[in-house]
Nanobody, 114 residues
């Protein structure tokens, strides 16, 4: 059974940093993405990383501030978020995709506020 568990969210002041983690079980080789969603809006792609980490992609709004990475030995994908802004406040979700399909975690809440 595939399971994705996000962690690392919380309250942070503007300009601060957080690192989100997405621990995967039941999967071995998979691409992964981070999405975020605020109430009343569609879920948006934040960042993507290929199964081997050689390819990454970022939304324009987070480029140069966020960094996606992975540790395949730990089956974990990370999102390092720096220079956080109030507009980054959202629920952040991890998505994994493999030959068997796409899988979502339940999300972790990030609040950027002074």
């Amino acid at each position: 059974q595939v399971q994705l568990v996000e962690s690392g969210g919380g309250l942070v002041q503007p300009g601060g940093s957080l690192r989100l983690s997405c621990a995967a079980s039941g999967l071995s080789t998979f691409g992964a993405s981070w999405y975020r969603q605020v109430p009343g809006k569609e879920r948006e792609l934040v960042a993507y990383i290929s199964w081997d980490g050689t390819n990454t992609h970022y939304a324009g709004s987070v480029k140069d501030r966020f960094s996606i990475s992975r540790d395949n030995a730990k089956n974990t994908v990370y999102l390092q978020m720096n220079s956080l802004k109030p507009d980054d406040t959202a629920a952040y979700y991890c998505k994994a995709f493999a030959s068997g399909g796409e899988y979502w975690g339940k999300g972790t809440l990030v609040t950027v506020s002074s």
